[in-house]
């Protein structure tokens, strides 16, 4: 499994543009491997769909992987026949190296492939693509186990089929309905972070790509297609079985013990620009509260058998002190990981010693409740103390998760929601007035000409931006300050604002730079 680094995490979704001058918007692959009967038929059919139905520029790229027939001569002829078509050659097989090799060279906001044989009907390819077009999901699938889908193939490969997803439900708690339809589409943007972490070469490649997308929280279409069983397909159906149950033991290994970070695929919270206006807006409140609960419940019952046990061979108070300090260590580590999300060993011992003072609040209130309980009977009964200490915690799980998320694991969050900045400099046209240093919406005036603009979204570190980003952020800001500032005296002058906020008061997404990924043609872990 790859750890590589990656670009960082995904800026938001944004709807495409209606018309990209010079650039296709649609890029599909046909992966072959000796298919020098079924390529032509199967690139002028995807050729004529594609000019009679869709909106936008499209490109048809057919990757071949070290076909040794006559394959590369007949992509050789479309290429050369037919403008949009792009013939791409590779000396090793495997499918997955094919379609990692020419999406990470595609410049195509979309991309997408099929199988050769077409099974797939062509009129669900536009509902594929439409909703990464739009900025509304990540991938797009076709699913052949749809109640809507109408597919026709023999029992076998059903079986195998339906065995296959019921696997990945049990063992990867896969969501998605199928895997294995060769009709899959991704933007480009999730393509350049989530394929540097894809492993399998093969035919696994899909399946890999999805559940690491899925546990990232990228949202994945699904589209019910009409499929007609090729009866001449050339894959090794118990070949292919085996290598994706391997995938799935290297997978599900690699994330349960956690050696894979998936942070750097997440999306940021709220991709309306009306969501970035509000402020003080809690990011992620749902699901820490759902994790907070599941591990505050665990906690709750490691608690009861300690106190249980100490109680045993000691007083009350002496049990409860020592059973809530062994389980407030562990409710600590388990939240800091579970709960907000950190990794690593950076600040561990920070965050005990403040769970420990949570710790210490937790105790007065339990014990308080215990002193109260011995002052109005002196006898109480077991249960008695079982109860009243239940509803001690109750109110210390309140207070707690209050201190974790205000306090002891603000630093995380600070440090994703801290403002950052856009330095923009320019030669004013004219003097700004003197003793001004603050510019538009309270922006401080700092400046250092000739240093590259950031821009990062709220909740995320900033980037570098790209330097037609830094000329955009100059023109953007230019009117707005340089009519309030004529008659300054300043040789040079920069404004600084919010990430997403234009100096005119409009909120614009402000987008990181991915950086391009190099195909791997090689995989050492490959044995094929």
């Not at 979704?13 to 296709?24: D, F, Q, S």
């Not at 002028?44 to 490109?59: A, G």
């Not at 440090?415 to 003097?431: K, R, W, Y």
Request: proline share 6%; net charge neutral.
């Amino acid at each position: 499994m790859r750890t590589d680094s990656s670009p960082g995490t995904l800026p938001a979704r944004e709807h495409l543009p209606a018309a990209t001058a010079g650039t296709p918007v649609l890029d599909v692959v046909i992966p072959v491997y000796n298919e020098e009967k079924d390529l032509q038929p199967c690139v002028q059919r995807l050729h004529d769909h594609l000019t009679r139905t869709f909106p936008y520029t499209f490109r048809i790229t057919i990757a071949d992987n070290a076909s040794t027939d006559t394959t590369p001569e007949v992509a050789r002829r479309l290429e050369a026949r037919i403008p949009e078509v792009r013939n791409f050659r590779l000396e090793q097989k495997g499918r997955g190296r094919a379609l990692r090799t020419v999406w990470s060279a595609s410049d195509a906001p979309i991309l997408a492939y099929m199988d050769v044989d077409l099974s797939t009907d062509l009129n669900a390819l536009l509902p594929l693509v439409a909703p990464l077009i739009s900025g509304h999901s990540d991938l797009a699938i076709g699913s052949r186990l749809s109640r809507s889908s109408r597919v026709v193939r023999g029992p076998k490969r059903e079986f195998i089929s339906r065995a296959y997803n019921l696997i990945l439900r049990g063992s990867l708690q896969a969501r998605f309905s199928d895997a294995q339809c060769g009709f899959k589409a991704i933007r480009r943007d999730v393509a350049q972070v989530l394929l540097p972490l894809v492993e399998d070469t093969g035919w696994f490649f899909d399946t890999e790509m999805l559940v690491l997308a899925e546990r990232a929280g990228l949202r994945i279409h699904e589209v019910p297609v009409d499929w007609v069983d090729d009866p001449n397909s050339t894959v090794h159906i118990v070949k292919t079985a085996t290598e994706d149950l391997k995938g799935v033991w290297r997978v599900g290994k690699a994330l349960g013990t956690g050696s894979l970070s998936l942070d750097r695929l997440t999306r940021p919270f709220g991709d309306d620009p009306r969501d970035r206006e509000i402020q003080d807006v809690p990011k992620g409140l749902a699901r820490q509260l759902v994790g907070f609960c599941v591990v505050g419940g665990l906690s709750t019952l490691f608690y009861l058998l300690l106190y249980s046990g100490f109680r045993q061979f000691s007083g009350s108070q002496f049990a409860n002190a020592l059973a809530l300090l062994v389980s407030a260590v562990a409710n600590t580590a388990a939240n800091r990981r579970l709960t907000f999300g950190v990794r690593g060993r950076g600040g561990a011992v920070k965050h005990q010693a403040q769970g420990l003072v949570v710790f210490g609040i937790g105790l007065a209130l339990t014990s308080g409740s215990l002193v109260a309980l011995n002052a109005a009977t002196t006898d109480p009964a077991h249960s008695t103390e079982l109860a009243v200490l239940i509803a001690a915690n109750l109110a210390a799980t309140i207070l707690r998760f209050l201190l974790f998320r205000a306090w002891v694991f603000s630093d995380r969050r600070e440090a994703g929601d801290s403002e950052s900045t856009v330095v923009a400099s320019h030669l004013p046209a004219q003097p700004a007035p003197t003793g001004a240093s603050y510019g538009p919406f309270g922006s401080q005036l700092v400046g250092h000409p000739g240093h590259p603009a950031q821009t990062a979204h709220p909740g995320h570190p900033a980037q570098t931006a790209h330097p037609a980003q830094t000329a955009h952020a100059v023109h953007t800001a230019a009117p707005a300050y340089a009519s309030s500032y004529r008659n300054t005296t300043a040789t040079h002058e920069t404004t600084q604002f919010r990430a997403g906020e234009a100096a005119d008061g409009t909120w614009r997404d402000a987008t990181m730079r991915l950086q391009p990924v190099r195909p791997h043609d090689t995989d050492p872990g490959d044995p094929r």
